[in-house]
C-alpha cells in the first residue's frame, strides 16, 4: 500500500519530488504476544525514519536512550542532512539527551537489554483479559504487543472512570491523555498476584458507573415528564 501510494505520486509529480517520509516508532518491536513476528515498514518502504528506544527492553521508561536509523541504500544527501540535524535537535532539547550512566553503558546495551519472559507476559495478559470481559468492559482489539491493555471507559469521561479507580488503589491512565478520548490503559507490569487482586476495584468501579449512568438517564426521563 505504502508503495503504492509512493509510485503514484511519483507519476503524477515526476521522480524529481520530495518523497514521502514514514517514520516508524518501533519501540515495542521485541514485546510481542500471540508469537506475533515484527517486521518493519523500512524493509519494504526506503524512505523511512526507523524509531528505537531501550527504555521498553529495560524496563526504565525514564530512560533518554535509543536511535534513529535511516537504511544505506538511500541517497548521500537525505543521510548527509540526517547526520547535520539530529544533533541539533537533540542540543536544543536537552530532555533528549541520555544522563552519564546511560551514555557510559551505549557499548553493551543490546547486551544489558532484559530478556523479557513474554510467555509469562501472555499470561498475565490473559487473566486481565478474562478479569475485566468478564466483569463487562469492553475491549475492542486484544493486545498483540507491549505491555499494556486499552479498555473502552464505561464513563464518557475517561478521567473521571480513572479517578473512580484510584479510590480501590487502581492506577490507570486516561486515554484522552494520549489523544484517545473514551479508553483507558491497563499496565501489565504487575504481577499475578496484584492483577488477581485488582478484581474486586475493576468490579466495583464497574458497577460504581453503570450505576451513575442508570440514575443520570432516570433523572432525565423525569425531566422531560
Avoid at 117 to 131: A, E, G, I, R, S
Avoid at 194 to 214: D, H, N, P, V, W
Wanted: glycine share 4%; charged share 20%; with cysteine.
Amino acid at each position: 500500500m505504502l508503495l503504492d501510494i509512493y509510485d503514484k505520486r511519483q507519476e503524477k509529480y515526476g521522480h524529481d519530488a520530495q518523497p514521502i517520509w514514514l517514520i516508524s516508532d518501533e519501540a515495542y518491536n521485541r514485546i510481542l504476544l500471540n508469537n506475533n513476528e515484527f517486521i518493519s515498514p523500512a524493509t519494504v518502504y526506503p524512505y523511512t525514519f526507523i524509531c528505537y528506544t531501550y527504555a521498553k527492553t529495560l524496563l526504565n521508561p525514564g530512560i533518554r536512550l535509543g536511535y534513529v536509523a535511516l537504511l544505506n541504500k538511500l541517497p548521500l544527501e537525505y543521510r548527509s542532512l540526517f547526520r547535520i540535524y539530529l544533533p541539533q535537535t537533540m542540543g536544543m532539547n536537552g530532555f533528549m539527551i541520555p544522563d552519564c550512566v546511560s551514555q557510559y553503558m551505549i557499548q553493551d546495551i543490546e547486551t544489558l537489554s532484559i530478556s523479557i519472559d513474554m510467555q509469562h507476559m501472555q499470561k498475565k495478559v490473559n487473566m486481565m483479559l478474562d478479569t475485566l470481559l468478564s466483569i463487562g468492559y469492553k475491549i475492542p482489539v486484544k493486545p498483540q504487543g507491549t505491555f499494556y491493555v486499552l479498555v473502552v471507559s464505561p464513563l464518557e469521561d475517561d478521567r473521571v472512570f480513572c479517578h473512580l479507580l484510584s479510590k480501590y488503589n487502581i492506577l490507570c491512565l486516561p486515554g484522552s491523555v494520549c489523544s484517545i478520548p473514551g479508553y483507558f490503559r491497563v499496565c501489565l507490569t504487575a504481577n499475578e498476584d496484584m492483577i488477581e487482586k485488582s478484581r474486586y476495584g475493576f468490579k466495583q468501579a464497574y458497577q460504581e458507573a453503570i450505576t451513575s449512568l442508570s440514575n443520570d438517564r432516570n433523572n432525565k426521563n423525569d425531566g422531560d415528564l
